[in-house]
Nanobody
Framework: QVQLVESGGGLVQAGGSLRLSCVAS????????IRWYRQAPGKQRELLAA???????DYADSVKGRFTISRDNAKNTVYLQMNSLKPEDTGVYYC???????WGQGTQVTVSS
């Protein structure tokens, strides 16, 4: 049974940085794509970044150049380094595994202006 647990959210001023972590239980973590999503208040969940098992990455235009996704398969952990944060980055951040499809519980990020 694969479970995902996010951490690292919090309150930060605009221009600041946070690093989110997604820790997975289960041996298949290293073989699947992991994605980070954000759900802002009143909006649909938005795909932000993805990383394959070999380390290839892709980003939404809204975060490209500011966010960096990385993974440490030995620690079953995927990170999302978020720099130059803006108030519009506020929301609940979720990690997701592609196969099997699993979601974490989310971690709140609030960026004040």
């Amino acid at each position: 049974q694969v479970q995902l647990v996010e951490s690292g959210g919090g309150l930060v001023q605009a221009g600041g940085s946070l690093r989110l972590s997604c820790v997975a239980s289960g041996s298949i973590f290293s073989s699947t794509i992991i994605r980070w999503y954000r759900q802002a208040p009143g909006k649909q969940r938005e795909l932000l970044a993805a990383i394959t098992n070999t380390g290839s990455t892709d980003y939404a235009d809204s975060v490209k150049g500011r966010f960096t996704i990385s993974r440490d398969n030995a620690k079953n952990t995927v990170y999302l380094q978020m720099n130059s944060l803006k108030p519009e980055d506020t929301g609940v951040y979720y990690c997701n595994s592609f196969s099997p499809p699993r979601w974490g519980q989310g971690t709140q990020v609030t960026v004040s202006s």
